[in-house]
């Protein structure tokens, strides 16, 4: 993040509260899309948030937030690259941030802004590999908000390869299905090796496919079980994409309990190289330090803290506060900073972390 957009995250952080706070997070990319279908979600938006505020608060003060909104709305930069449109707006504040995150829409009207709401906005990245197995061919798609890519890996050069690694048909391939089950086996073993380099470029959870029998015989040598997030039995090698996507509906449509799978996998592989950090104080410390990859937390939790006696130490809040060390919540300014230094975020349920202190932090390795 450059350090024009972290100085006003940092000013949006520290906004004075004050009701009613207007937070209208939308998906945007004009260089991508019509203007005229942006400025009628725009209008939308506005319209559902003017018809919030004069419900709930009186007509001076809606009015007073509401055209305050009418003003950024209609100077919007449709010229810039962005993925995102914020726009922040109370009576005492305005904000306009174009993000290059990835958002669902979202309109929060509260008593004031918070950074999290950006997180809890991000569009759910629904991104894997489908890797549909047969004996004779394995094709892998990278799937990505349902549409679907064939990547090419060098199976086919491993199953050239196989050939010249098969002995002659003697007493022990006397019966030709034995010598049918060895090429099965073996180039499923291939299969898995260009797939596990190809897990290198392509860190993403895994979606196998495949026959009853291709899928027991590669479920019993895979090295990548730790990807695999689920089997689909059938062979459905030549269908096209579209129909593909209706197959695995099922195995992905609780799409939040696969997200959790991968990132609890991504923990424990960084507690195995001595890279996650755990509890407040820690955790603090490594992202202060620059070393934060990605930020994992429980959605509600909180921490109000006092700054120790460097950045990379906090210390527990006491009375009277310090207005010059009183830091409001610790995880907030953790999670600006990891969107300062590219890191990422991710939000999970209340007590899902509640062996971790509540926040773990992956550090790059």
């Known amino acids: 993040m450059d350090i024009h957009l972290a100085s006003q995250l940092k000013e949006l952080l520290e906004a004075v509260h004050y009701r009613p706070a207007i937070s209208l997070i939308m998906p945007f990319e004009p260089k991508m899309k019509d203007k005229a279908e942006l400025t009628k979600r725009l209008k939308f938006a506005y319209d559902q948030i003017k018809k919030e505020v004069h419900h709930n608060y009186n007509d001076e003060l809606a009015e007073l937030v509401l055209s305050k909104l009418r003003k950024q709305v209609e100077h919007i930069n449709y010229s810039t690259y962005k993925k995102t449109v914020a726009i922040f707006i109370s009576p005492v504040f305005e904000k306009v941030l174009y993000l290059d995150i990835a958002v669902e829409e979202k309109i929060i009207i509260d008593e004031s802004f918070e950074i999290r709401d950006l997180v809890l906005a991000k569009k759910e990245d629904k991104q894997f590999l489908l890797v549909s197995l047969t004996a004779k061919a394995t094709k892998i798609y990278l799937v990505d908000q349902g549409r679907f890519t064939i990547i090419k890996i060098d199976v086919a050069e491993y199953a050239e390869k196989m050939h010249y690694d098969l002995p002659e048909r003697v007493a022990n391939f006397s019966d030709p299905s034995q010598q049918k089950e060895f090429n099965l086996k073996k ?16 860190p993403l959870p895994l ?9 027991g015989y590669f479920k019993s040598l895979t090295r990548n079980t730790k990807q695999i997030v ?3 039995p059938g062979n459905y090698s030549e269908l096209p994409s579209a129909e593909l996507a209706k197959i695995i509906e099922p195995a992905i449509l609780d799409w939040k309990k696969i997200r959790m799978k991968v990132i609890f996998q991504k923990m424990e592989d960084a507690a195995g190289a001595g890279k996650l950090a755990s509890g407040i104080k820690e955790v603090w410390k490594q992202v202060n330090n620059s070393r934060g990859k990605l930020l994992i937390v429980e959605k509600n939790f909180r921490v109000s803290a006092e700054q120790g006696p460097d950045k990379s130490k906090i210390l527990e809040q006491t009375k009277p506060y310090n207005d010059f060390s009183y830091i409001r919540d610790a995880v907030d300014d953790m999670i600006e900073k990891m969107f300062e230094m590219g890191g990422d975020v991710e939000f999970v349920e209340t007590d899902m972390l509640k062996e971790y202190g509540h926040i773990a932090l992956i550090q790059y390795y």
Not at 189 to 202: E, V
Not at 207 to 215: A, C, D, F, N, T
């Open 187 to 202: 180039f499923l073993h291939y299969s898995d090796k260009g797939l596990q380099s190809l897990l290198k470029s392509y």
């Open 207 to 215: 979606l196998i496919m495949g026959s009853q029998k291709v899928l």
């Open 230 to 232: 689920g089997y689909i």
